[in-house]
């Protein structure tokens, strides 16, 4: 199992410090981490910014800091909740296939991407169907790049494993595999260990942080008392001090025949800080969590 850390943990997003692409290399290869993932959009990997000298810089930065490029994580919701004259999906679409290419050229054998979040203008058939088609023409694509995509349990549509699973089915093509995360499953009640075991055959990638639920209470001055509010809110910790057993999940990828990518991300406000020395000590701490318990 490779060890990565992704780079929009050094991004500047939720008052992060932020690190160019160069400088995230470095660190990550300073760190002790097997590759890294690269954010597909500003202020790392954006396909607009990217010129064939700024490939090469990146290029060689990671042959420099002998570290491998595994994944980029592109941004996609395939809902196209917007105007019905814009063409949400074919922009995004080549959005994919640019990563895609980029992919390529920097030796990444994988692109992350999402599916889609609820529309209220489609039905729940109809925007399963769309965000079908969408992913077999990415799929498609990234194909001709030698690329894989792996579809992330983040947005609304196929989140929970079962409904994943199906959409993963109807998708079909055999450069599609699965980006499974415990965070969600663990957010959801859904059993991690169960899940895991399940969803390894099909994971390519699996993208790790852990958190603490903070409860939330409105307070009513009529009644002199709170009422419980939902969801409650989510902050990060250092990884295996927050709620999610992490122990659990691995354990199921492992019995699973899980042999793909973990990574650690910070892509949410930390306790502690968005400082550069609160980022490595976060992402350290996952480099000793995973040795000590998995390998």
Known sequence: MKLCLFSVSYAGFWGQSTLSITDFIAQASQLGYDSVMLMGKRPHLSPLDMTSEQVTSIQQSLEEHQIKCSIIGGYTDFSGTGAAEVPYQELQIQYVEQLAQLAQQLGAPTVRIFTAYDSPRQTPHALWCQVVSALQECCDRAASYGVTIAVQNHHDVGVHSDALLELLHDIDRPNCKL????????????????????????TAITTNADYIRLPRFNYQPDVINYQRQQPDMVRAVKFGTGFIDYSAFFHGLKEGGFKGTATYEMCSPLRGGGSLENLNEYASEYLTWMKTHLF
């Open 179 to 202: 980006g499974f995360d415990a965070w969600s499953p663990a957010l959801r009640d859904e059993n991690l260990f169960e899940a895991a075991r399940k969803m390894a055959p099909y």
